[in-house]
């Protein structure tokens, strides 16, 4: 008569299943704090600890009620998302008593840095700066009012979200063509610059419009044969068009 063995797979298998059901119970009683799920899923006791923290931020609306002419006019600038404690700092002792303790007023370059700074990550058509080369020294208020920091010169259309490019082709042969020129932007692109993207050259005979042996254009523009020069190669493989020197 053969008696049937449980296989030592399933032993170990139910082994596991016991320990893993045992830790779950420990750790439920003694490791997950009794108000876990109370407010849902996390601490209740939270909220009466983050209650209890001493108040260091006083919020907009108690800065806009003292200077209610400082908020009109940021309120219509580009500066009309910030807070005024981010620029000023903690604000909550100052409400408490205005005249002894006043906030910080920022006279470098630092705060205004941290945003505008140079970052190949931040959005296309930030405002960005070089801080080495623009202005060196020089305080951002000497040129720009925190509350309404408009340009004292705005950028042109083009060049205000592709400045470096603006550079380059400004110290090349092509300086003195538009953007538009060679490519065709929707009005719209200046609005949502991601969802309309401009188009650019697909085909060696536009550069042909200038630079081909019968072209119209002046005698002073370089000449060479489109069918033959470069083989098979685009011009923009060799010849970079916001700098097209040749190389």
């Not at 298998?13 to 876990?36: G, T, W």
């Not at 604000?91 to 205004?112: I, N, S």
């Not at 400045?163 to 003195?176: E, G, L, N, Y």
Request: proline content about 10%.
């Amino acid at each position: 008569m053969r008696i049937w063995k449980i296989p030592d797979q399933l032993v170990r298998i139910s082994i596991l299943f016991i320990v893993a059901i045992v830790a779950l119970v420990v750790v439920r009683q003694k490791l997950i704090p009794e108000s876990f799920g109370e407010l849902g899923h996390y601490r209740a006791d939270a909220v009466t600890v983050a209650a209890e923290l001493p108040i260091h931020y006083a919020g907009l609306q108690a800065c806009v009620e003292c200077h209610d002419d400082t908020a009109e006019i940021k309120a219509s600038s580009y500066h009309r998302s910030l807070t005024c404690e981010g620029c000023h700092g903690p604000a909550a002792d100052h409400v408490e008593d205005p005249t002894e303790v006043l906030p910080l007023v920022p006279g470098g370059r630092d705060t205004c840095i941290r945003c505008h700074a140079y970052r190949p990550s931040r959005p296309t058509g930030f405002p960005q700066v070089i801080e080495n080369l623009h202005n060196p020294m020089e305080p951002c208020m000497s040129c720009h009012d925190p509350h309404d920091p408009t340009p004292p010169e705005v950028p042109g259309s083009c060049s205000a979200c592709h400045a470096a490019i603006a550079r380059t082709k400004s110290v090349s042969h092509h300086w003195s063509l538009d953007c538009e020129t060679c490519h065709e932007a929707a009005p719209e692109h200046r609005e949502n610059p991601r969802a309309f993207l401009p188009n650019k050259p697909s085909r060696r005979e536009f550069c042909g419009q200038c630079h081909a042996t019968d072209a119209t254009s002046s005698s002073e523009i370089p000449r060479v044969e489109i069918a033959t020069h470069g083989g098979r190669y685009m011009c923009w493989q060799c010849h970079y068009p916001h700098f097209p020197e040749s190389r």
